[in-house]
């Protein structure tokens, strides 16, 4: 098994990096200015939306939420530490990584603000942020990982 600090996995764990400043950079700019901007024809829209939910808008808030979410981020890092300390193939550990940062940039808003900060309305079907779209892309590569090792 390869290190998991190599050149090639520092590159990734710089733009994974770069990918948490850009969500909270926009997060920042939904906060401060409000108003809708359409991106791409209008089908994709630059606007604030405070979700006081979870996941898929579901309607569960309160501080035992954000103990559970905590727990929930920090048991996910101690297991990408344990993934990398025993050199597991970064196919395993890299979603994962991925599910963390987005994971703890919605943490924060949380922490912060009380809600997540949603920014990207996509044609009336969902308002998401880079957050997200981290958490989801990571899930997805993580199953499909699952269905390679047990082919492998």
Known sequence: MKSAFNIKNIAIYVMFAIFFILDRVFKGLALHF????????????F????NYNIAFSLPIGDSYLI??????VALLIIYFIYLVIRKYPRYIYLPLLLIIIGAIG???DRYLYGFIVDYLDIGNFTVLNI??????GGAIWLLSSSFKIKTS
């Open 34 to 45: 409000t108003a809708e901007t359409n991106l791409i024809g209008g089908f994709i829209k």
């Open 47 to 50: 606007n604030l939306s405070k």
């Open 106 to 108: 919605n943490l924060i």
């Open 67 to 72: 103990l559970a979410l905590t727990l929930v």
């Open 131 to 136: 957050a997200d779209i981290l958490i989801t």
